[in-house]
């Protein structure tokens, strides 16, 4: 049979237990939001890049778009950069292999377009 003292000591710890998982269920809901955020950023900008390249050239390379198309390479460059930091996070979150193998084959077959219409 438990000590008064032994029982107290398991109730602390039970509550220090549940106190570290709810913590950590909210870490990782929170983790959850700023992913779905990024993800979303990173589609959108995505669109934006393959849209601007798309439309210069459909423009017949009209000068009077040329500051637009002077700032999409900057625009890609830190999107690739985001894309990265995107991955890394997910990795550090401890994501599933399959969401990684996901996100790296959907997000790369969009910078390859991205890259194609920059040409």
Request: charged residues 25%; glycine residues 4%; without cysteine.
């Amino acid at each position: 049979m438990q000590s008064y003292r032994e029982r107290l000591i398991t109730i602390a710890a039970s509550m220090a237990i549940n106190i570290l998982a709810t913590q950590a269920v909210a870490k990782t809901e929170e983790a959850r939001r700023e992913h779905k955020q990024m993800g979303a950023k990173l589609l959108t900008t995505a669109a934006t890049l393959e849209r601007g390249f798309q439309s210069y050239r459909a423009s017949g390379n009209l000068p009077v778009f040329r500051p637009q198309l002077d700032e999409l390479p900057r625009l890609y460059q830190q999107w690739l950069s985001d894309l990265t930091a995107f991955k890394a996070s997910l990795r550090a979150q401890g994501a599933e292999p399959w969401v990684l193998e996901n996100v790296a084959m959907a997000f790369d077959q969009m910078a390859e377009r991205i890259e194609r219409r920059a040409r």
